[in-house]
């Protein structure tokens, strides 16, 4: 009789590690990436723009997959420069977009390049 509540207990165990691990997956939230386009017009000012930002992004956990590398047009015409962010989630792409930080270099940014940008997030795999 101890053999049968031994193995009951097992099977409980595990039903429970697996619906826990499956609610953890649930709640994960897909990464975001933040698409930008440029087209630098005073470079010194976009380094400077740059230099502001570069820690500022870091610091909502931004990583770069792709950033003003060579650019193939596959339809319509290429932006001069492309730059592409991911983010841990579409929260944490938002919150660096809406920080007060992020939002004193916008003149900076406009005075040094005509700019383009949005989120998007990610696909639930």
Not at 27 to 34: E, F, G, S
């Amino acid at each position: 009789m101890s053999w049968h509540k031994f193995v009951l207990g097992g099977m409980t165990g595990a039903a429970l590690a697996t619906a826990a691990i499956n609610g953890l997956y649930a709640q994960a939230k897909p990464p975001a990436y933040l698409v930008i386009e440029v087209d630098v017009t005073n470079a010194d000012l976009y380094k400077q723009y740059l230099a502001k930002n570069a820690p500022l992004t870091a610091r909502f956990g931004r990583r770069f997959i792709a950033r003003g590398g060579k650019i193939d047009a596959f339809a319509g015409e290429p932006p001069k420069r492309a730059v592409i962010a991911m983010f841990d989630s579409l929260d944490k792409a938002q919150a660096f977009r809406d920080s007060s930080d992020y939002k004193e270099s916008i003149p900076l940014r406009d005075q040094a390049s005509k700019y383009r940008a949005y989120i998007i997030e990610g696909a639930a795999n």
